[in-house]
């Protein structure tokens, strides 16, 4: 579907809603690959560089989506490297920096079981191209998820050192996770179209997940009431965020009109 | 085959040859690995983690053959980041820092011609196991000669910055090619066993085809008399591989107990 079958009022929520999941999917993918190289053991440095792979594939195709939406000739390189951290719209849960592997882990599980469920529904979305893609990625994000909570329940029930660190990501990051239910006037924009999915009901199911796995992994449920964390679907960002782009797009600013 | 399947004087030597050929891609891949989220092009950035992944990958299963070489218990892990620069035996080639866009893709170029007659020939190894990975690194291998290939064209007949780049790129990195061609002691007794290759006949073949694609490039062969470095199949590395080794070992040295 090209920008001209898109519902004119409806042109600007879909752009930023991609912008939304392809920026998560971008800086939680960058986040991953400064792992390349740096996993604790070989197979886990390859594992670690798959997933950062995947998201980074998939950030590739929903920012592509965005710019063919916005129709202003913007490929997913410009929006990739040509755009300030007050223009991303990722959550500030994945631009955290990386941590130790344990806070990459927790991380990454509790994203991938918050796309487990989003993604599902998402297939559903009236806007095909997103449809298609949720399904693609859907299967990708199974993998992620599988491979976290196993590490989730390696760490979690592990020696008494990683069960801590992992405890302690765990605090750390839950004050992060109310975020990934946001939603504004964009959401209920596409939601009445039938393109965006519904968080609200989301949650219960995420929370019974999550209980699930801590619960396996002997970790504990962090306190419900922790401050939680907010601003990044609408572009005010963590100093992180700053730093990584810098070290992002360094190359393409450097040399805009280099013919790659 | 394991360690009993092989005649007692030619244990050390396959020791030292599967340590040449996993060390030599375990480093490359860690170089390859640094441009993860520091691609050119978001494609390529997947792209160059491709490659990064194919190389960390068939140093891990070359490593692990080594350790049931040795027979002394060790595995890839341990080789990987429990052995110090002097035992190390990768090429100076691959242990230089990344460079530019053009460097990279240089390297990979000349690197990956040479492997593609090497896997050739070593797929008919006596040893199986040795045989049997080759077999597969060759089909890696391929796709990693024609995408550097690709580049080198586009690059050398590309701008005249990005010609020039990659005319330097290459002329510094002619210094470190001879070196692909070494032979001593440990090919000698391996090569009478039928295990290893000769590298000698492999020379003018490498040659032909770096030729064929530098006119295509429209970029000219180096002085064929600049001086040449070796050192790397015998454990004398330069400065760089320390670093390399300092950032990729912290992890695992620290944590060494540590159940992952």
Redesign the interface.
């Known amino acids: 579907m090209s920008a001209q079958n898109i519902a004119p009022e409806l042109q600007q929520p879909l752009f930023e809603y991609l912008l939304r999941l392809g920026d998560d999917r971008l800086i939680l ?2 986040r991953l ?2 792992w ?11 594992a670690l ?2 997933l ?2 995947d998201c ?2 998939q ?2 195709v929903l ?1 592509k989506e965005a710019g063919t939406v916005e129709g202003q000739g913007r490929s ?2 410009d929006l ?1 490297y040509f755009r300030d951290a007050i223009d991303f719209r990722n959550l500030l849960l994945v631009e955290l920096p990386k941590g130790d ?1 344990g806070f990459t882990i927790v991380r990454q599980f509790l994203f991938s079981t918050f796309s487990y469920f989003f993604l599902e529904k998402l297939q559903q979305s009236a806007h095909k191209p997103l449809a298609g893609i949720a399904a693609k990625t859907f299967k990708e994000n199974l993998y992620h998820l599988r491979h976290s909570r196993k590490w989730l329940v ?1 760490l979690g029930d ?2 008494e ?2 069960h801590q660190r992992v405890q302690n990501a765990l605090d750390e990051l839950w004050g992060y996770t109310e975020e990934m239910f946001y939603m504004d006037q964009v959401d209920e924009a596409l939601m009445n179209a039938g393109i965006a999915v519904d968080l609200q009901p989301l949650k219960e199911q995420w929370l019974s997940m999550v209980r699930e796995a801590l619960q396996e992994a002997t970790l504990e449920l962090p306190d419900p009431d922790v401050y939680q964390h907010q601003g990044g679907r609408t572009g005010f960002h963590t100093e992180h965020l700053g730093h990584l782009l810098a ?2 797009q ?3 600013r450097s ?1 805009p009109d ?3």
Chains 1, 2 share one sequence.
């Open positions: 993918g960058h690959s400064e390349c190289g740096h996993g604790p053991i070989l197979e886990e440095d390859i560089a798959n950062a792979l980074i594939g950030a590739s920012l997913e390189d990739a592997f390696v592990g020696t050192e990683s070290e992002m360094i190359l393409p040399y280099a013919r790659w």
